[in-house]
């Protein structure tokens, strides 16, 4: 019989007695995500992938400087659940894990990728991984962001 007039007089106590949930105006921009914008197209190809009907475009954010991002295109009927694009330095040998040394890029999607400066200073591959499977979907030949010319199709 106590408990079952300790146990609401305390729930109702414990709920009245929190603290108030923190409110923020904006988000920061370093966190809101915003795409960044990409001008230039440096190259643009549909050889990378073997078993996969990708394009892939090497964008730059100002003409012969600035950061370079990475678009892909595909058909419809290839994108998989959740596919996420990874980028391993080197030429790893993959199984159907992603390699403990690659770095998330984003999700395949209509946005850009920007790439960190380690991918744009090494070569290596592209790696696409579904999440929703659990396996990697493809993985790219070898290049590197530095040695391709921009007259590659």
Sequence with gaps: MV????LPTLFAVGMAARKPMPVIAEIPAALSGEPQSFKFVEWQRADLFAHAPVQVRLLRDERKSGRYGLKFFADKDFIKPDLMVYWSAGNPTTTNTVPDNAILLGAF???ALPLPVAVTMSGGV???????????????NPFSIQATSPSAN
């Design 3 to 6: 408990l079952g007039i300790a």
């Design 126 to 140: 592209l790696l696409l991984f579904s999440l929703a499977d659990g396996e990697i979907v493809d993985v790219s």
């Design 109 to 111: 999607g209509a946005e």
